[in-house]
């Protein structure tokens, strides 16, 4: 069957400006908080220097978080299921090293990175296969290799319009932040962090306070959770 991506991969700004344009923020606004996140998570870890880090985009669609992670790090794959979405990607990001998989087994060896990220992946992976998934991505990570999964926030009333007028989220089933540990934990990787971000959908004077002090509270639009790979 055909992934669902590959009907989008040219056309994915424009679905996600139908979905989100009502917030009055570009999508650029929300892949960047991302992207700081990931980056702020791995600085600490590394004593401020990420750029001997070799990182995997798990689900990485089009690579738009890519273009806001390169400069920061080492080295930088991106893999996906749907292969229009991949050449999309590379034109995008020609210094990202893209594949496409089967969405089972990862096209890497064990132990090849420091630390892998999945952006809204888990909620379009049926329940009985997100563990798997994990357990996966777990292989390829080094031991003490970092493992983020952001997902929407299932309590914000906001974001769950922006996923009923997503096209391409029809078949999403959200998970909230306290089942994306459980999953986490359950594979092997324990969960050291888990915060609430973009609480505000615009760039405002101390909004960084206001995220730091909602971190905890289930008011962002999504969140991450960080786990660390023993050993």
Known sequence: MKPLF???GESY???MKKSIGFMGQKHDYYTQA???????VLQRLHDGDTRELKVLDVGCGVGKTDGFLFPGLGELAGVDISPVSIEQARRENPQVHYESYDGKSLPF???TFDAAFLICVLHHVVPAAREALLREVRRILRPGGVLLI???NPFNPLTRLV?????FDRDAQL???HLSARILE???VPVFEQRYILVSPFRLKGAGWVEYKCRRIPLGAQYYVAGRKPG
């Open 186 to 188: 359950e594979t092997g």
């Open 175 to 177: 998970l909230s932040r």
């Open 109 to 111: 060896a064990d132990g």
């Open 13 to 15: 700004d424009e679905v």
């Open 163 to 167: 996923v009923a007028r997503c096209e």
């Open 150 to 152: 952001f997902e929407h």
């Open 34 to 40: 991302k992207a700081d996140c990931i980056l702020d």
């Open 6 to 8: 590959d009907t989008y």
